[in-house]
Protein backbone atom coordinates (compact mmCIF):
# COMPACT_ATOMS: atom_id res chain seq x y z
CA UNK A 1 0.00 0.00 0.00
CA UNK A 2 1.29 3.50 -0.71
CA UNK A 3 0.50 6.46 1.12
CA UNK A 4 1.12 10.10 2.12
CA UNK A 5 3.49 10.40 5.15
CA UNK A 6 2.03 11.25 8.40
CA UNK A 7 3.58 13.13 10.97
CA UNK A 8 4.17 10.44 12.95
CA UNK A 9 6.13 8.34 10.32
CA UNK A 10 8.45 11.13 9.96
CA UNK A 11 11.29 9.39 12.65
CA UNK A 12 10.49 5.40 10.70
CA UNK A 13 11.23 7.55 7.46
CA UNK A 14 14.44 8.84 8.29
CA UNK A 15 15.56 5.35 9.56
CA UNK A 16 14.28 3.68 6.17
CA UNK A 17 16.61 6.47 4.49
CA UNK A 18 19.41 6.38 5.85
CA UNK A 19 22.67 5.13 4.30
CA UNK A 20 21.21 5.95 0.32
CA UNK A 21 21.77 9.08 -1.39
CA UNK A 22 18.77 8.89 -2.79
CA UNK A 23 17.08 8.21 0.85
CA UNK A 24 18.42 11.24 1.77
CA UNK A 25 17.38 13.37 -1.11
CA UNK A 26 14.12 12.47 0.01
CA UNK A 27 14.48 13.25 4.04
CA UNK A 28 16.37 15.94 3.15
CA UNK A 29 13.36 17.59 1.12
CA UNK A 30 10.99 16.84 3.78
CA UNK A 31 13.52 17.96 6.92
CA UNK A 32 13.28 21.84 4.21
CA UNK A 33 9.72 21.79 3.72
CA UNK A 34 7.58 19.78 5.68
CA UNK A 35 4.04 18.01 4.80
CA UNK A 36 1.63 20.75 4.60
CA UNK A 37 3.29 22.12 1.12
CA UNK A 38 0.51 21.30 -1.99
CA UNK A 39 4.40 21.05 -4.19
CA UNK A 40 5.87 19.04 -1.42
CA UNK A 41 4.98 15.68 -0.95
CA UNK A 42 6.03 12.15 0.37
CA UNK A 43 4.52 9.10 0.30
CA UNK A 44 5.41 5.39 1.73
CA UNK A 45 4.66 2.06 0.47
CA UNK A 46 4.41 -0.50 3.13
CA UNK A 47 3.72 -4.09 2.97
CA UNK A 48 1.33 -6.18 4.79
CA UNK A 49 3.04 -6.18 8.26
CA UNK A 50 3.31 -2.45 8.09
CA UNK A 51 7.08 -1.96 7.39
CA UNK A 52 8.38 0.34 5.14
CA UNK A 53 9.65 -0.62 1.51
CA UNK A 54 10.17 2.33 -0.59
CA UNK A 55 9.64 5.98 0.16
CA UNK A 56 8.87 8.40 -2.50
CA UNK A 57 9.28 12.09 -2.10
CA UNK A 58 8.06 14.82 -5.22
CA UNK A 59 8.91 18.48 -5.78
CA UNK A 60 6.60 20.08 -8.38
CA UNK A 61 6.69 16.81 -10.10
CA UNK A 62 10.63 16.30 -9.73
CA UNK A 63 10.81 12.81 -7.71
CA UNK A 64 12.57 10.56 -6.14
CA UNK A 65 12.42 6.79 -4.96
CA UNK A 66 14.40 4.64 -2.68
CA UNK A 67 13.08 1.09 -1.90
CA UNK A 68 14.60 -1.79 -0.85
CA UNK A 69 14.41 -5.53 -2.43
CA UNK A 70 10.99 -6.44 -1.38
CA UNK A 71 9.04 -3.50 -2.81
CA UNK A 72 6.01 -4.11 -5.06
CA UNK A 73 7.10 -2.45 -8.38
CA UNK A 74 4.47 -3.27 -9.94
CA UNK A 75 2.12 -1.39 -7.52
CA UNK A 76 5.27 1.89 -7.71
CA UNK A 77 4.97 2.04 -11.26
CA UNK A 78 1.42 2.64 -11.46
CA UNK A 79 1.32 5.37 -8.51
CA UNK A 80 4.10 7.21 -9.97
CA UNK A 81 2.45 7.63 -13.41
CA UNK A 82 -0.48 8.41 -11.72
CA UNK A 83 1.03 11.14 -9.36
CA UNK A 84 2.19 13.42 -12.30
CA UNK A 85 5.85 12.45 -12.01
CA UNK A 86 8.06 14.44 -14.37
CA UNK A 87 11.63 13.17 -13.82
CA UNK A 88 12.30 10.21 -11.37
CA UNK A 89 15.79 9.89 -9.85
CA UNK A 90 16.37 6.22 -8.15
CA UNK A 91 18.85 3.51 -8.07
CA UNK A 92 19.80 2.44 -11.42
CA UNK A 93 18.95 -1.12 -10.90
CA UNK A 94 15.94 0.52 -9.92
CA UNK A 95 15.15 1.83 -12.77
CA UNK A 96 16.04 -0.68 -14.88
CA UNK A 97 13.81 -3.00 -12.79
CA UNK A 98 10.71 -0.93 -13.57
CA UNK A 99 10.94 1.07 -17.00
CA UNK A 100 14.62 -0.49 -18.48
CA UNK A 101 16.92 1.91 -20.06
CA UNK A 102 17.23 5.13 -17.52
CA UNK A 103 17.62 8.13 -19.97
CA UNK A 104 20.53 9.51 -17.39
CA UNK A 105 22.92 7.30 -15.35
CA UNK A 106 26.28 8.22 -13.61
CA UNK A 107 28.45 6.42 -10.79
CA UNK A 108 27.73 7.29 -7.12
CA UNK A 109 30.58 8.10 -4.45
CA UNK A 110 30.85 8.76 -0.85
CA UNK A 111 33.03 10.11 1.35
CA UNK A 112 32.93 8.72 5.33
CA UNK A 113 36.82 8.86 5.97
CA UNK A 114 38.33 11.25 8.77
CA UNK A 115 39.63 14.14 7.09
CA UNK A 116 42.43 17.19 8.05
CA UNK A 117 41.15 19.74 9.95
CA UNK A 118 43.42 22.46 7.82
CA UNK A 119 42.03 23.13 4.34
CA UNK A 120 44.36 25.64 1.82
CA UNK A 121 42.76 27.30 -0.73
CA UNK A 122 45.90 28.60 -2.87
CA UNK A 123 45.72 32.03 -1.78
CA UNK A 124 41.88 32.23 -1.67
CA UNK A 125 39.90 33.12 1.04
CA UNK A 126 37.42 30.48 2.15
CA UNK A 127 34.19 31.71 3.05
CA UNK A 128 31.02 29.51 4.53
CA UNK A 129 28.01 30.35 2.84
CA UNK A 130 27.93 31.79 -0.48
CA UNK A 131 24.85 34.73 -1.39
CA UNK A 132 22.22 32.52 -3.25
CA UNK A 133 22.51 35.09 -6.02
CA UNK A 134 26.47 35.33 -6.03
CA UNK A 135 26.11 31.26 -6.49
CA UNK A 136 23.62 30.90 -9.38
CA UNK A 137 25.55 33.61 -10.97
CA UNK A 138 28.99 31.48 -10.69
CA UNK A 139 26.94 28.36 -11.79
CA UNK A 140 26.08 29.99 -14.98
CA UNK A 141 29.97 31.52 -15.38
CA UNK A 142 30.75 27.54 -14.86
CA UNK A 143 27.94 26.70 -17.86
CA UNK A 144 26.37 24.79 -14.93
CA UNK A 145 23.11 26.85 -14.65
CA UNK A 146 21.10 28.43 -17.73
CA UNK A 147 19.30 32.34 -16.81
CA UNK A 148 15.99 31.23 -17.49
CA UNK A 149 16.87 28.61 -14.08
CA UNK A 150 16.96 31.34 -11.87
CA UNK A 151 13.81 31.76 -10.23
CA UNK A 152 12.95 27.61 -9.16
CA UNK A 153 17.09 27.79 -8.21
CA UNK A 154 16.93 30.84 -6.04
CA UNK A 155 13.39 29.73 -4.68
CA UNK A 156 14.21 26.37 -3.64
CA UNK A 157 17.76 27.24 -2.35
CA UNK A 158 16.85 30.04 -0.10
CA UNK A 159 13.80 27.84 1.67
CA UNK A 160 16.77 25.42 2.40
CA UNK A 161 19.14 27.83 3.56
CA UNK A 162 16.69 29.41 5.89
CA UNK A 163 15.29 26.45 7.34
CA UNK A 164 18.66 25.01 7.78
CA UNK A 165 18.30 22.18 5.19
CA UNK A 166 21.60 23.55 3.30
CA UNK A 167 24.54 24.42 3.58
CA UNK A 168 27.05 26.26 1.33
CA UNK A 169 30.73 27.04 0.43
CA UNK A 170 32.60 29.34 -1.30
CA UNK A 171 36.53 30.42 -2.32
CA UNK A 172 36.45 33.84 -2.74
CA UNK A 173 39.26 36.56 -4.66
CA UNK A 174 38.92 39.75 -4.09
CA UNK A 175 34.95 39.25 -2.75
CA UNK A 176 34.45 37.36 -5.95
CA UNK A 177 33.53 34.06 -5.60
CA UNK A 178 35.54 31.79 -7.76
CA UNK A 179 34.83 28.19 -6.93
CA UNK A 180 31.90 26.77 -5.05
CA UNK A 181 30.35 23.67 -3.16
CA UNK A 182 26.91 23.11 -1.84
CA UNK A 183 25.06 20.33 0.34
CA UNK A 184 21.32 20.87 -0.50
CA UNK A 185 20.35 17.30 1.18
CA UNK A 186 21.12 16.98 4.76
CA UNK A 187 20.28 14.36 7.20
CA UNK A 188 21.63 13.41 10.83
CA UNK A 189 23.55 10.74 8.89
CA UNK A 190 23.91 11.69 5.45
CA UNK A 191 24.13 14.63 2.87
CA UNK A 192 24.68 14.90 -0.73
CA UNK A 193 26.74 17.41 -2.18
CA UNK A 194 25.68 19.50 -5.74
CA UNK A 195 26.44 22.75 -7.31
CA UNK A 196 30.04 22.24 -7.07
CA UNK A 197 31.90 24.47 -9.70
CA UNK A 198 35.10 26.56 -10.22
CA UNK A 199 35.37 29.34 -12.79
CA UNK A 200 37.07 29.16 -16.07
CA UNK A 201 39.86 31.58 -15.13
CA UNK A 202 40.86 29.76 -11.79
CA UNK A 203 40.86 25.92 -12.14
CA UNK A 204 44.34 24.10 -11.72
CA UNK A 205 44.68 25.72 -8.44
CA UNK A 206 43.39 22.97 -6.48
CA UNK A 207 39.99 25.87 -5.32
CA UNK A 208 37.43 23.24 -6.27
CA UNK A 209 39.24 20.12 -3.94
CA UNK A 210 39.32 22.78 -1.38
CA UNK A 211 35.55 23.89 -1.24
CA UNK A 212 34.73 20.38 -1.12
CA UNK A 213 37.18 19.76 1.96
CA UNK A 214 36.05 22.11 3.52
CA UNK A 215 32.35 21.32 3.24
CA UNK A 216 32.85 17.97 4.09
CA UNK A 217 34.57 19.10 7.51
CA UNK A 218 31.30 21.09 8.18
CA UNK A 219 29.16 17.99 7.26
CA UNK A 220 31.21 15.42 9.73
CA UNK A 221 30.40 12.73 10.81
CA UNK A 222 27.57 12.10 8.24
CA UNK A 223 28.55 9.68 5.11
CA UNK A 224 28.76 12.29 2.09
CA UNK A 225 27.71 11.11 -1.24
CA UNK A 226 27.83 12.45 -4.95
CA UNK A 227 26.12 11.62 -7.93
CA UNK A 228 29.11 11.95 -10.74
CA UNK A 229 27.85 12.46 -14.50
CA UNK A 230 31.03 11.55 -16.37
CA UNK A 231 34.51 9.90 -15.81
CA UNK A 232 36.03 13.43 -14.98
CA UNK A 233 34.15 14.16 -12.09
CA UNK A 234 34.58 10.47 -10.68
CA UNK A 235 38.26 10.68 -11.34
CA UNK A 236 38.35 14.19 -9.33
CA UNK A 237 35.83 13.05 -6.40
CA UNK A 238 38.46 9.98 -5.94
CA UNK A 239 41.38 12.04 -5.44
CA UNK A 240 39.30 13.75 -2.49
CA UNK A 241 39.09 9.91 -1.16
CA UNK A 242 35.30 9.32 -2.07
CA UNK A 243 34.73 5.59 -2.76
CA UNK A 244 31.95 4.19 -5.34
CA UNK A 245 29.20 3.32 -3.78
CA UNK A 246 26.59 2.30 -6.49
CA UNK A 247 24.60 3.83 -9.68
CA UNK A 248 22.10 6.49 -9.82
CA UNK A 249 19.60 7.18 -12.60
CA UNK A 250 17.51 9.27 -13.66
CA UNK A 251 14.27 9.15 -16.12
CA UNK A 252 11.88 11.17 -18.34
CA UNK A 253 8.35 11.14 -17.99
Same mark, same amino acid.
Given at each position: ?????? *???????????? =?????? @?? !? +???????? %???????????? *??????? $?? /? /?????????? @????? +???? @??????? &???????????????? &????????????????????? !?????????????????????? =????? =????????????????? !????????? /???????????????????????????????? &?????????? %??????????????? *????????? %?????? &??? $? *????
Amino acid at each position: MIRLVT *EKELPLLERFCE =GSPFGC @KI !A +GLQRAYGL %LLPFARFWVQTD *EHGKITA $AV /S /SLDGASVLHL @KSTAD +GDEL @KEFLSAA &GCRTLLCGESAAHALY &GAPNRAGEVFVCSADLEESVT !AGGAKLLEEVPVRALFSLLCEC =GEQRA =GQFEPFYLDVSHRVRHG !ACLTQGAYF /SDRPVACAMAGSITKTDAVLSAVAVHPDFRRR &GLGGAVVRAL %LLRLSPRAVYVLCEN *ERAALFYRS %LSFSPA &GRW $A *ELDF
